[in-house]
C-alpha cells in the first residue's frame, strides 16, 4: 500500500487561473512533509517542509498547508514558467528517507 | 554556496558490467541519500550515509551499495547491471543537524542506460 499519494496525476491549468495539488499520506510518525518541483531531465528542487498539522508556508505563487492526514499545495495565478512535475514526500521519525509519491505533472498554458 | 554535484552526468553500459556514480555534497553536509527515479516507479530511496556510517537502507537487492568518505563525498556502486537499472540516479545532501533541519537538495543525477 502507497504511503503517498498525489492526486490529479496530471492538471493543465490556464494562466492566472488558480487550483490545488493534494498529497495523502499515511505514516506511524511524520517527521516532515516535503514538496519539491521538477523540472525534466533535472533533480528535484526544494520547496517547503511541513512538521505539524496546521502549518503552512509560502513562497512567491505557491502556498502549502498540511493537516494530519493530507497537504495541499496550491497554487495562486500561475505562470507558465509553474510548468513542472510537483512531487511530495514524507519522513518518519524512524529513518531519514524520503519517502515519495508519484508526482502531479502540471502544465500552464498562455 | 555550491549545490550538489554528480558525476558522470550521463553513462551508458551493457549488462553484467558494473558502474560507479559519484556526488559530491553541499559543503557542511554531512548526510548523504541516493535515490533512483524510474518513469514507472517514481523516486524510491537507496540509501543514506551520516558521517561514513549507513544509517537507513532501502528495499534494493545488494548489487547495491554505496559508501561514504571522511570528507562526505559519497559513492554509491551497481555491479552486474541489469536492463532494469537504467534509471535516474539522483543523490541529495542535508544538514541533517537532529534538530529537525531536514530538508535534502538534490543533485542533477547520473542518467544511467543500460543496454
Known amino acids: 500500500e502507497d504511503q503517498v499519494t498525489q492526486s490529479p496525476e496530471a492538471l493543465r491549468l490556464q494562466e492566472g487561473e488558480s487550483s490545488s495539488l493534494n498529497c495523502s499520506y499515511t505514516?506511524?510518525?511524520?517527521?516532515?512533509l516535503f514538496w519539491y518541483r521538477q523540472d525534466p531531465g533535472k533533480g528535484p528542487e526544494f520547496l517547503f517542509t511541513?512538521?505539524?498539522a496546521g502549518e503552512e508556508k509560502e513562497k512567491e505563487r505557491l502556498k502549502a498547508t498540511l493537516t494530519k492526514k493530507e497537504s495541499f499545495l496550491h497554487i495562486t495565478a500561475p505562470k507558465p514558467e509553474d510548468s513542472a512535475t510537483y512531487l511530495c514526500?514524507?519522513?518518519?521519525?524512524?529513518?531519514?528517507?524520503?519517502?515519495f509519491g508519484k508526482g502531479t505533472s502540471l502544465l500552464v498554458t498562455p | 554556496k555550491a549545490g550538489v554535484t554528480q558525476t558522470p552526468r550521463y553513462l551508458i553500459k551493457t549488462r553484467g558490467q558494473q558502474v560507479t556514480l559519484s556526488c559530491s555534497p553541499i559543503?557542511?553536509?554531512?548526510?548523504v541519500s541516493w535515490y533512483q527515479q524510474t518513469p514507472g516507479q517514481g523516486l524510491q530511496f537507496l540509501f543514506e550515509?551520516?558521517?561514513?556510517?549507513?544509517?537507513n537502507k532501502g528495499n534494493f537487492p545488494g548489487r547495491f551499495s554505496g559508501r561514504q568518505f571522511s570528507n562526505s563525498r559519497s559513492e554509491m556502486n551497481v555491479s552486474t547491471l541489469e536492463l532494469g537499472d537504467s534509471a535516474l540516479y539522483l543523490c541529495?545532501?542535508?544538514?541533517?543537524?537532529?534538530?529537525?533541519?531536514?530538508?535534502?537538495?538534490f543533485g542533477p543525477g547520473t542518467r544511467l542506460t543500460v543496454l
Open positions: 559543503s557542511g553536509h554531512r548526510s
Open positions: 550515509y551520516f558521517s561514513e556510517t549507513q544509517r
Open positions: 514526500a514524507v519522513q518518519e521519525y524512524s529513518g531519514y528517507a524520503l519517502n
Open positions: 505514516v506511524s510518525g511524520l517527521r516532515g
Open positions: 511541513l512538521y505539524s
Open positions: 541529495a545532501s542535508s544538514s541533517n543537524t537532529g534538530t529537525g533541519y531536514n530538508e535534502q537538495f
